[in-house]
């Protein structure tokens, strides 16, 4: 084999040899900086204490969540020294644990510490009883429905635009689970860049897939445009973060592979999981059947909470993916529609998403209303499919259809 080119080796013809010997120690460092395991193997010269080799420790392996919403799922663990860490070492580096992690707040609001189990399966399935124990099965629950929806929000976002974590520098984050009491909520922090998730106590536990991929989707808001909590911004800010959490479902449920937005797997509605009713808290086809949020854009819009002036630009955006109806009596009709066909035809849930992300990555700013919105999207839109083609109009029409701009005919056979 002496005579073989590189390329030609076979394992066989291969043969390893002592070089030389070195007096060494192998040195086993086991450490917790925080809750981030520090866990290295390393070979330290004893002739001048030089490192000659070092490897880490921490084994990243496949466990099994019994999840709440989703069946058994795959989530990614550490195993060290026996044990297995809910950190996720293949995602994100850095930030508070080194990798993407989900934390224990038993009943605080800190974020707490990892979750650590003797074995790799992980969960009940059942909805977490207020009262008990955050830790056992049925208190890993939580913790499961956490980890599967950063995997898979993580993904989406990865695969469909390569950017990496919230912040597109793949900086790491977290979620910590059981955050108070019996809490009927789930938030990003700005201040940690992480997201807590309640117990919930009129909702189940807050841990769906849409759910995560809608506080996520937040962080990476406030990494880019940054949109201002409040008034028109705010609603805008709030319907990225549903658009976000309704295309990561999609993601997810159609295998969580692949780089394109399945045209299925979502349901258009937020909240419907951890709703003991089975009532969604939002409809995006149809805000308004909430009660309280506009199905258009009015002068008063910027004068409402957030989670309801959100509502039109939700629209907006489901009939850019999916289009409209001309049936006047459903959900699905616009009156603002009044060129041809008076039902728009949509881009399908991809394409809608691609200029959507582009948009609030790259053009809209912390004031950004409807208004500035609609000409950000079309800005986007043709740069990414062409100024004139039939996705420019889609975003012309859907924000037509939400009294945001004029109407415009579709191109024949759009």
């Known amino acids: 084999a002496r005579d073989k080119q590189e390329q030609e080796l076979n394992a066989l013809d291969v043969q390893e040899v002592v070089d030389h010997y070195e007096l060494a120690y192998l040195v086993h460092t086991r450490m917790v900086v925080g809750d981030k395991p520090v866990y290295h193997d390393t070979i330290v010269s004893a002739r001048d204490g030089a490192i000659l080799a070092r490897w880490s420790m921490l084994q990243t392996v496949t466990g099994v969540g019994h999840s709440q919403y989703n069946g ?8 060290a020294e026996g044990k297995y860490r809910m950190i996720d070492d293949t995602r994100g580096t850095g930030g508070t644990f080194g990798a993407m992690a989900i934390t224990n707040a038993n009943h605080g609001t800190s974020a707490g510490s990892v979750y650590v189990n003797d074995t790799n399966t992980w969960g009940d399935g059942k909805q977490y009883v207020n009262g008990g124990s955050t830790t056992n099965a049925n208190g ?15 993904d989406t976002m990865k695969n469909v635009f390569n950017w ?23 938030y990003y922090s700005d201040t940690c860049r992480c997201m807590f998730i309640g117990d919930g106590a009129s909702f189940n536990s807050l841990g769906s897939i849409d759910v995560i991929g809608h506080e996520m989707g937040h962080g990476v808001t406030a990494a880019t445009s940054n949109l201002t909590y409040s008034g028109e911004s705010g609603g805008l800010n709030e319907s990225s973060s549903d658009i976000n959490g309704e295309a990561v479902e999609a993601y997810a449920r159609g295998g969580g592979r692949g780089d394109t937005i399945p045209l ?3 349901d258009w509605v937020l909240g419907k999981e951890i709703s003991k ?5 939002r409809w995006m086809y149809r805000p308004s059947k909430d009660g309280s949020s506009p199905d258009a854009w009015n002068s008063s819009i910027k004068r409402l909470d957030v989670h309801y002036s959100s509502g039109p630009n939700n629209r907006m955006f489901y009939f850019l993916a999916q289009g409209s109806s001309a049936d006047k009596a459903g959900d699905y009709y616009s009156k603002y529609l009044v060129k041809t066909p008076a039902a728009m035809t949509g881009i399908g849930l991809d394409k809608a998403y691609r200029i959507w992300f582009k948009a609030n990555t790259t053009k809209f700013t912390s004031s950004t209303n409807y208004a500035d919105a609609r000409a950000r999207m079309i800005d986007a839109a043709g740069e990414l499919y062409g100024k004139n083609s039939k996705e420019a109009i889609a975003v012309q029409r859907a924000y037509a259809a939400i009294n945001v701009g004029a109407d415009v005919d579709e191109a024949p056979g759009q």
């Open 72 to 79: 058994d799922v795959p989530i990614n663990t550490t195993l």
């Open 140 to 154: 890993q629950t939580a913790a499961v429905n956490a980890m599967w929806g950063l995997m898979n929000t993580y």
């Open 164 to 186: 990496l974590s919230l912040d597109g520098h793949n900086t790491a984050t977290y979620i910590a689970a059981h955050v108070n009491t019996a809490y009927d909520n789930a």
């Open 264 to 266: 299925t797997g979502n």
């Open 277 to 281: 009713s089975g009532t969604p808290l």
